[in-house]
């Protein structure tokens, strides 16, 4: 297995993967260029953050995104993991836990993290089980949101 930094031509890859994960856990079917937009932004964006993708065999099992949010109580930055997708295929096999050590390896590179951030859906209790078997706690907070007026849901 292959850890490393997304790429351009890892566009279609992590289209596909995002339109899996937000049918499969939100049962949402994400505007496709809308979609193509955001990922190729992210790719070409390094100050928004980046992806991490698992190659097996050649092929991406897995992939996720990582921004960066500064706190200034603590002076340093909140590592937000985020469209977290490994194939079905490939679930089960410790991928996602080598992509999550390579986002904590990453961090100590830029000088450390406060915490390492994500949301779950609740009622995703396998996603929850995997994030809690791999040291990660249900935050105290709770998330408030308002959608701007013309955005995308």
Request: glycine letters at 6%; charged letters at 20%; one cysteine or more.
């Amino acid at each position: 297995m292959i850890i490393r930094k997304g790429q351009a031509s890892d566009l279609a890859a992590l289209v596909d993967f995002n339109q899996a994960m937000a049918l499969e856990t939100e049962n949402l079917t994400l505007d496709n260029e809308r979609l193509t937009k955001g990922v190729s932004t992210m790719l070409n964006s390094p100050e928004k953050g980046f992806y991490l993708v698992a190659e097996v065999d050649g092929q991406i099992a897995g992939s996720l995104m990582v921004t960066l949010e500064w706190s200034d109580w603590r002076a340093t930055n909140y590592c937000w993991i985020q469209s977290v997708y490994i194939r079905p295929q490939n679930r089960r096999q410790g991928i996602y836990a080598k992509l999550y050590q390579a986002v904590k390896s990453l961090a100590e590179e830029i000088g450390g993290a406060a915490s390492f951030r994500l949301y779950v859906e609740h009622d995703n209790h396998i996603a929850q089980k995997t994030y809690q078997s791999l040291g990660m706690e249900q935050s105290h907070y709770l998330m408030y949101e308002e959608i701007a007026e013309g955005a995308a849901e």
